[in-house]
């Protein structure tokens, strides 16, 4: 089954641990879903921060994408409802999902396990909600193994949170020489579309330099908004929240909406 081309599938992936993956996820799918997209959010971390922060089930026992990738189960079956947006979606994951990296292993097609799941998600979302789905966002764990692979075979774009601190720019390379490799031998239409610069303290002068590397370096792809360093926006998934829920009117929210609206303005070809 194809999938639509009217879907953008990205993978947010930085190995580099506390870079603000989850929460640009997280905050970039419900920005997209306030603006009337169709947004479903695949949380591929065993730690299930992004189906926290969207106050999703996700205890021991819950239906998740592990079920998916490891037992066959549509992912259909996993997927709820986010309650706090219309037109949001999560599939959640739960601890089961930790065990996932070695028991995909010995499967069939073990890289390509997530993207005949969402190739068929796809179609039944258009069938029963007459239009494609707008967005997929698939949320990461921080390491480059077998299940962060299934999300780059599954995914068209990769969006790649950079925090302003210092060895901003330590442990891109590996993934870099990743994503090629992937679409050398397993995904020829993957590609880096998006950077996003989170973390910023404009009062510091390392983190204007580390903004300065990163747009030299990387060009066009990254984008204009900066993220602030805010203790609001990492305050919010202790409540079951998004920023844009916990502090609607707070710098980082308005910083994800209007990241959110320079991706979708993105011409991806």
Same mark, same amino acid.
């Given at each position: 089954?194809s999938?639509s081309?009217?879907?953008?599938?990205?993978?947010?992936?930085?190995?580099?641990?506390?870079?603000?993956?989850?929460?640009t996820?997280?905050?970039?799918?419900?920005?997209?879903?306030?603006?009337?997209?169709t947004?479903?959010?695949?949380?591929?971390?065993?730690?299930?921060?992004?189906?926290?922060?969207?106050?999703?089930?996700?205890?021991?026992?819950?239906?998740?994408?592990?079920?998916?990738?490891?037992?066959?189960?549509?992912?259909?079956?996993v997927?709820?409802?986010?309650?706090?947006?219309?037109?949001?979606?999560?599939?959640p994951?739960?601890?089961?999902?930790?065990?996932?990296? #070695?028991e /995909?292993?010995? $499967? &069939?097609? =073990?890289?390509? @396990?997530l993207?005949r *799941?969402? !190739?068929?998600y796809?179609?039944?979302?258009?069938?029963?909600?007459?239009?494609?789905?707008d967005?997929?966002?698939i949320d990461?764990?921080?390491?480059?193994?077998?299940?962060?692979?299934?999300?780059?075979?599954?995914a068209?774009?990769v969006l790649?949170?950079i925090?302003?601190?210092?060895?901003?720019?330590?442990?891109?390379g590996q993934?870099?020489?990743?994503?090629?490799?992937?679409?050398g031998?397993?995904?020829?239409?993957?590609?880096?579309?998006?950077?996003?610069l989170?973390?910023?303290?404009a009062?510091?002068?390392?983190?204007?330099?580390?903004?300065?590397?990163v747009?030299?370096?990387?060009?066009? #792809?990254? /984008?204009?908004? $900066? &993220?602030? =360093?805010?203790? @609001?926006?990492?305050? *919010?998934? !202790?409540r079951?929240?998004?920023?844009?829920?916990?502090?609607?009117n707070?710098?980082?929210a308005?910083s994800?909406?209007?990241?959110?609206?320079?991706?979708?303005?993105?011409?991806?070809?």
């Amino acid at each position: 089954m194809s999938v639509s081309r009217e879907t953008r599938i990205l993978t947010v992936a930085n190995q580099k641990g506390g870079v603000g993956k989850t929460t640009t996820t997280v905050n970039m799918a419900a920005a997209l879903a306030q603006e009337g997209h169709t947004v479903l959010v695949i949380d591929l971390d065993p730690q299930g921060n992004a189906s926290t922060a969207l106050d999703v089930p996700h205890h021991a026992g819950t239906a998740d994408i592990y079920t998916c990738l490891v037992q066959d189960a549509p992912l259909t079956s996993v997927t709820v409802k986010v309650a706090a947006f219309d037109g949001l979606y999560c599939a959640p994951a739960t601890i089961d999902l930790a065990g996932a990296e #070695i028991e /995909l292993v010995s $499967l &069939v097609a =073990r890289e390509n @396990r997530l993207k005949r *799941a969402i !190739s068929d998600y796809l179609v039944h979302f258009e069938q029963t909600e007459g239009r494609p789905l707008d967005y997929i966002f698939i949320d990461c764990p921080p390491s480059l193994g077998l299940l962060t692979v299934n999300a780059f075979v599954a995914a068209t774009e990769v969006l790649i949170p950079i925090q302003c601190e210092y060895y901003a720019l330590e442990g891109l390379g590996q993934l870099l020489k990743t994503v090629e490799l992937i679409r050398g031998q397993l995904n020829p239409v993957l590609k880096v579309s998006t950077i996003i610069l989170t973390m910023y303290d404009a009062r510091t002068r390392l983190a204007q330099d580390v903004v300065a590397e990163v747009r030299e370096h990387f060009g066009d #792809i990254v /984008l204009q908004t $900066l &993220v602030p =360093r805010s203790v @609001r926006v990492s305050e *919010a998934p !202790s409540r079951h929240q998004t920023i844009l829920q916990y502090d609607p009117n707070s710098p980082g929210a308005l910083s994800y909406r209007e990241a959110a609206r320079e991706l979708s303005q993105k011409v991806f070809a």
